[in-house]
Structures are given as structure tokens and as C-alpha cells.
């Protein structure tokens, strides 16, 4: 079993943080990786990017969003309890590079998985300007942590209940438009993605995002995962997480996101009644 | 002494037993076992009818050289007991050999029996004796070596793995398997179906060989939970890859990632190993079309067709560029499939997928094939007919047209030679690769095959192994 040593409620409870006794998995992690939890005997392996390792207290940290029966089931796990199974580290690590001026965008859960990359990256050498949104104020995660990585931070929120009142995009216009950065970072939800993308594009910065395809078993065995990325197949568990971001098919990814929603709301309204 | 004509006569006389099964409709409803297995009177009148052959052709047929007649005698005199021992002599697995082996092709299908008549039930009497063993025997364990203080690596728990853990362990060294997913049996538990290899009787395999004392560490992906070279670094001094070919192969034609699309390997592992075909008991979901198609003719084929008709498909359609005589799974697995309801079209191959506008697909366009000269493999190859494109209603397509070598393992291990398609080199006689202390076997050499040929690649590599670990390389 692997061991929870320290559990946070951030956004009103609809975010939960885990850090997770995994030292094997702690010592080996790179900055974009991720790896595949299971809760228990019936539950489903789903993948989490880390957002942060300590190797030596052999700790890793997942950061998830309740959306559907797996995590509303994870939430339940209280300090002490643990995880059946968790695997990893998987995926590709994050390319760092000192390139001169970078720019990090993070949306809702994206900026956990953005963390570890936007401080590797300032810590190479890159001045980093950060900017990340949220619908409103208290889903906003990581605020703090987000200054310390980067050397600017920008706030957005959807409604305006905080910093910027607009999308992430307004402000990576204006950052953009100063014509000095070097290289992008995009996580967040996929529409934020490819919205980000297709701005970065039109002044030609070469943008990383980071894919969050259905996953089954994470080590390149299934397909499930697989996302079109420049007219070739990939498989977003070994080749990826993270991806070219002018060469995504982003509405490919939408649509087989909602491959089981029928089968997911079944389960977690299921679950919702049971928990209640 | 030779046999009297009389006894001679009434063995003779004995017909095949048949093998007592669900009826065809019954089953393709249901995830349990089709065959019910011998009663303990029918093995003893089968065991009748074998020759006990000076020469046995059966053991020269067999990948692990059992010793058939040896087991079959002791079942004629009712010793299940010592029969099951005496299997484990040359096979750990018989309880998994005995249901899913190609005995056709191998022990019997070099019965001399079976020259004239119907070859002797090799496959079901082995099946016998290992579940009588399971449910009546004492647990009793094989002897094994004095410690040698050797500590050995396996890489994946399949069929080649666990047979390496098995023979190593009796001969006395320290033996660890490293399993990428989270239950262990490779294949055997996310390939092979319910209905064909219970995972319970997969379960207790496994745990026989750790109740011999093999450690089975599960969520290890070598590779990048660790490598081969840290393994050594830890003290291993001989590690076997049996990983397998883990690479799905999809087919690149308009429409491949439509929702409902599935590789072989994601349908059966989530159906198998995840367990969704019982679903919502467990958590993973799985699509249940009711119009399916399966492309290919393997056994995987045949198990991904036969999966989707317990699921509640109204239609199960095998769709096989080549014709029957080319179909490369076992008789008996398409037999079953047809008993089933399982339809076959031969000489089709699909040129596009049809989606809905919520990305779903919904049909396939095909064109018919003729069959024209041998390609690489030696089997006739197909060419499209012109104008022959017809559709195929279909909500859910399974691609079960083969696997490759997944890389996690091998691009992340130095001094490993490859062939170009991905699989390891290694000496034919020793099973050694080109990296001093890693041997390997099963199809991450051959490319997909059989469990029981991965058995035998198992069994070749730990001759070698121990013969290393007490002579050297």
C-alpha cells in the first residue's frame, strides 16, 4: 500500500492534495512525469502528473480535481490510508533549456502539473513570467507556490473575483506582443490549450503542452491514450505527456475525452448517493 | 511384456472422452468456463487409451518435453497426486497449459493414436490433474536446492518469467519478478479472457511458485521505475526479460480514433484484467456495441469476438482479409466462436471508419480481397478488389491484427542488441542476449506466439542462467 502522509482541501473541497509515500517512484521523478493511481481492488487506473517530489522523504504529491467517482473515491482516503497500487514515474520528463525568456500558462489543475516545470525552468536560467486562471477566486490553486518559481506572476479569473478579470489569453497577448519570448508552456484544460497554442503560433513561439488523455495501463501497452499530433499517431504515456502545441489535434482529444461520460455520470451519481 | 490381443482390443475400443461443455447459446452469455473438465473417471478411461509409447512422439512435441505417458500411467492408477508432481517436474503451469495450449499442433498432434483414430485428451487430462490438485491436494511443495545465495531478476510476470522463477527457485537461487501492472500473470490475466483461463486458477499458479519462495513485486515497470543496469547495481547477478510484445498495432486508415475504436489489447485488458465486464461492480467502463466488429483472425481475435457477444452484442463479426485456410487461430478457438454466433467475412478489410458528429463510429467501409502471391510471412498475399467497396453497420471495432515489441524496456537499456522490428537478438541454444547477464525469451523475441512456446524460451533461458551462475558466462 502506498501510504498517505499529508492530505489538503484546497477550492472549497473540490481540489485535493496528496502527498504519497513512493520513495522508488521520488527518487527517479523528473518534472513532467507522471503516474497511475488505484484506489483499491475494483477502482480504475488513472493517471495524475506529479506536482512535486522530495526524494528524500520519498514523497511524491498529486493535486487532483473531484470530477467523477474515481476521485470523489480518492478523496475519501484519509492520512494513513493509502493507495493499492501506484505506478511510475511514466511519460517522457519535461525538455529543460535555458533559452532566454519563457513564458508558463496554467489553468485550474494544470497548475499543479505546471509547478515543478516553471521552477526547473527558472532554475536553469530562463526569466519566467507566469500566468495563471480560474473560474473564480477560490478555485485558484498554488498562487503562492507559482510566485516563488516564477520572476512574474499574472492572476486571471473567469468572473473577476481576482486579479485580471478575463481568460489567460488577454494577458499572454500583451506578454507576446513584447516580441522577446523565447519558448511557452501551456497546461490547463484542453480548450485553454489550444487557444493558447493558436495565439503562440501566430508569433511563431515554439509552445510545450501537457495532454491528459483517457489512460489504462500508462506504459504504452493499450492505445487508449493515443492523441494525433502532427498527422502521426502517439501515445500520450510514453511519447508524451507533453507535446508540441501547433501540432496537437485538440478536437480529436475532446471528443474521445467523452468516450465513457454515460458510463462516469452513472458511477458517480452512484457514488454520491452512497457517500451521502 | 507385450499387451494381450484381448486387452489390446478393449483399449482400442475406448473412443475419446469427450470433453463435457456449456451449450453454445448458454455461454456466450455468461464468463465462465466452457469446458466443465474430465470427471475423475473419465481421465482414468482416458489415460486407458494411451500406448505408453517407447518413443513418446507427445514429449517430443511438447515445448517443456512434460513427460506425458509418465503423468498419463499414474492417472490410469489413480495417483492424481503424484501425476500433478510428476508434471511439475517439466511444467509449473499445467493448470494453464492444460486449457490454452495448441496440443493440435504439439503433443497431440504427434499421438500415434491419432493416426488412426482420435489422439489421446493430452490437454484435458493434464487440465484434470492440476485442478484436482488444486481442489483436493495437500499443498505439498516440491523439494528445491540448498540456497545457492544467487539473486536473480525476472522482467515480467508471464508465461517466460514465471517459468524462469519456477526453475530457478527449485534449483536454489533467490528469485525476485518485476511486474509492471498491479496483478501479475502477464497475458494470462489482461489477455486471455475469463471464460477461456479463470484468473483464479492463474492466481493460485502464481501463488505456488511464491509459496516456493519467489517474490512477485508488482507496479515495477522496468524501464523507468528502475533499469536493468540498477538492478545489477542492487545485486542481482542475472536478469531475464520477458516482457513481451506489448505494442498494440492499429490500422491507418480515416476514421482510426473514432470513440469505439479499440486496439485488442485496451478491449481485453480493460475486459480481463480491469474487469469491466462487470461493470459498475468495478470501477472501469468498457464500450458494449451492439454491432461489432473484430478485425483479424488470431486467437486474440477470436477472444475479443467472443468477449463482445458476452457483453450483449447482437452481432460479433469477424472481419479477416484472408480466407478460412489462412486463419491463424486455433481450430478450436473458432470452432467455439462459431458455435457461439460469431460470423465470419473473409477476404475484407476495412478502408475507412464512419463517425457521428459525437466523434463515435458508426460503420466501415471495406473492400473485398483476393488472395495473391506469398508476402514475407509465407502466407498469400491480399489484394484489393476494385470497386468492390461495400459497409459494415458497426458501433464497435476491435483491432486484433497483431502486436510489436513495446520499447519502455529495451530504448531504456544499454548493449542490447534488436533486430529491426523491435524484438531482442539472442543466442538460439542459451536464449543470452548481447548484454552480459541478461537473457531473454517469449514474444518479446519471437513477436506475439504462444504461451506455452514463451514456456519453453523460458526454460532454455534458466538452464543457461543457472549454468552461469555456477560455472560463468
Redesign the interface.
Known amino acids: 500500500m502506498f501510504k498517505i502522509v499529508n492530505r489538503e482541501e484546497m477550492s472549497d473541497g473540490t481540489v485535493v492534495l496528496n502527498d504519497i509515500e513512493a520513495p ?2 521520488a527518487r ?1 521523478a523528473k518534472p513532467g512525469q507522471f503516474v497511475i493511481l ?1 484506489a483499491n481492488e ?4 488513472i493517471p495524475l502528473t506529479m506536482a512535486e517530489t522530495d526524494p528524500e522523504k520519498g514523497t511524491i504529491t498529486v493535486i487532483y480535481q473531484v470530477v467523477g ?2 476521485t470523489a ?1 480518492f478523496k475519501t482516503l484519509q492520512v494513513g490510508d493509502g493507495y ?7 511519460g517522457k520528463a519535461t525538455h529543460i533549456e535555458k533559452v532566454g525568456n519563457v513564458v508558463c500558462v496554467g489553468g485550474g489543475t494544470g497548475i499543479a502539473v505546471l509547478h515543478p516545470i516553471t521552477r526547473a525552468l527558472k532554475e536553469i536560467g530562463n526569466h519566467v513570467t507566469c500566468i495563471i486562471g480560474a473560474r473564480t477566486k477560490d478555485l485558484l490553486i498554488l498562487e503562492d507556490r507559482m510566485k516563488a518559481a516564477s520572476h512574474e506572476l499574472h492572476v486571471c479569473t473567469d468572473d473577476g473575483s481576482y486579479g485580471h478579470h478575463g481568460f489567460v489569453t488577454d494577458v499572454l497577448k500583451e506578454v507576446l506582443e513584447k516580441g522577446e519570448t523565447q519558448q511557452a508552456v501551456a497546461i490547463g484544460p484542453v480548450p485553454m490549450m489550444k487557444f493558447v497554442s493558436l495565439m503562440t503560433k501566430e508569433y511563431d513561439v515554439p509552445t510545450l503542452v501537457s495532454l491528459n488523455p483517457i489512460m ?2 500508462g ?6 491514450c ?1 492523441v ?1 499530433v502532427g498527422g502521426q ?1 502517439k501515445f500520450a504515456c ?1 511519447d508524451g505527456p507533453e507535446f508540441d502545441g501547433h501540432k496537437v489535434d485538440y478536437d ?1 482529444l475532446m ?2 475525452l ?3 461520460c454515460e ?2 455520470k ?2 458517480y451519481e ?1 457514488f454520491c448517493i452512497m457517500d451521502s | 511384456m507385450a499387451e494381450n490381443a484381448a486387452k489390446k482390443e478393449k483399449r482400442e475400443k475406448i473412443p475419446r472422452q469427450p470433453m463435457p461443455e456449456q451449450e453454445p447459446k448458454v455461454r456466450a452469455k455468461n464468463f465462465d468456463e466452457v469446458p466443465f473438465g474430465y470427471s475423475p473417471e473419465a481421465a482414468v478411461k482416458e489415460a486407458q487409451r494411451c500406448l505408453q509409447c517407447k518413443k513418446p512422439g507427445c514429449v517430443t512435441g511438447c515445448p517443456v518435453e512434460v513427460d506425458i505417458p509418465g503423468f498419463i500411467q499414474l492417472i490410469k492408477e489413480e495417483k492424481f497426486t503424484e501425476s500433478i508432481r510428476h508434471i511439475w517436474q517439466k511444467n509449473s503451469l499445467p493448470a494453464v497449459c492444460g486449457r490454452v495450449c495448441p496440443q493440435e499442433i504439439q503433443c497431440e498432434g504427434m499421438c500415434i493414436v491419432g493416426k488412426k483414430g482420435e489422439p489421446v485428451a493430452i490437454g484435458n487430462l493434464e487440465r484434470f490433474v492440476a485442478d484436482w490438485e488444486r481442489e483436493n491436494g495437500t499443498g505439498a511443495l516440491p523439494p528445491k536446492a540448498d540456497p545457492t545465495g544467487k539473486k536473480v531478476a525476472v522482467v515480467g510476470s508471464g508465461p517466460a518469467g514465471l517459468t524462469v522463477a519456477g526453475d530457478l527457485i527449485a534449483k536454489g537461487h533467490e528469485v525476485t519478478v518485476f511486474e ?3 496483478k501479475s500473470g502477464g497475458v494470462l490475466v489482461y489477455g486471455i479472457p475469463e471464460f477461456r483461463l479463470p484468473k483464479d486458477i492463474v492466481a493460485q499458479e502464481v501463488n505456488f511458485l511464491e509459496r516456493l519462495g519467489v517474490k512477485i513485486e ?4 522496468v524501464g ?3 533499469t536493468i543496469d540498477e538492478l545489477f547495481e542492487e545485486g542481482y547477478e542475472a536478469v531475464f526479460i520477458g516482457v513481451g510484445a ?3 498495432v ?1 490500422l ?1 486508415v480515416p476514421g ?2 473514432l ?2 475504436i ?2 485488442a ?2 478491449y481485453l ?2 475486459s480481463n484484467l ?2 469491466a465486464y462487470r ?7 468498457i ?1 458494449k456495441g451492439k454491432n461489432v466488429v473484430t478485425l483479424g483472425a488470431g486467437n486474440v481475435a477470436m477472444d475479443s469476438a467472443r468477449t463482445a457477444l458476452r457483453l450483449g452484442a447482437e452481432n460479433s463479426r469477424i472481419v479477416y482479409r484472408r480466407s478460412r485456410t489462412e486463419v491463424p487461430a486455433r481450430g478450436a478457438e473458432v470452432h467455439h466462436a462459431e458455435q457461439e454466433g460469431v460470423e465470419f467475412f473473409f477476404l475484407a478489410a476495412p478502408t475507412k471508419f464512419i463517425g457521428d458528429d ?2 463515435r463510429v458508426i460503420g466501415m467501409e471495406c473492400l473485398k480481397m483476393e488472395l495473391g502471391e506469398p508476402d514475407a510471412s509465407g502466407r498469400r498475399r491480399p489484394v484489393a478488389i476494385e470497386g468492390s467497396e461495400f459497409e459494415l453497420e458497426c458501433d464497435l471495432v476491435i483491432v486484433a491484427v497483431g502486436t510489436g515489441a ?3 524496456l529495451t530504448q531504456s537499456t544499454d548493449g542490447l542488441s534488436l533486430n529491426k522490428w523491435g524484438y531482442i537478438d539472442v543466442d538460439e541454444k542459451t536464449a543470452k542476449t548481447t548484454k552480459k547477464g541478461v537473457w531473454a525469451g517469449g514474444d518479446i523475441v519471437t513477436g506475439s506466439a504462444t504461451v506455452i512456446l514463451a514456456m519453453g524460451a523460458g526454460r532454455i533461458a534458466a538452464n543457461s542462467m543457472h549454468d552461469y551462475l555456477t560455472l560463468g558466462w
Not at chain 2, 508488482?218 to 515497470?221: A, G, R, T, Y
Open positions: 522508488k517512484i527517479k488505484k475494483t477502482g480504475e487506473r467517482k474515481s473515491l493499492q497500487d501506484v505506478i511510475g514515474p511514466l489504462v495501463d506504459t504504452g501497452m493499450c492505445g487508449g493515443r494525433t499517431t510514453v480529436e471528443l474521445r467523452q468516450s465513457y458510463n462516469e452513472q458511477c452512484e | 509492471a501492472f498491479h508488482c507496479n515495477q515497470v523507468r521505475t528502475t506489448g505494442l498494440p492499429l491507418d482510426k480514433n470513440i469505439g479499440y486496439s489489447n485496451e485488458t480493460r480491469m474487469k461493470f459498475p461492480e468495478y470501477d472501469t467502463p464500450i459525437k466523434g513495446n520499447p519502455i
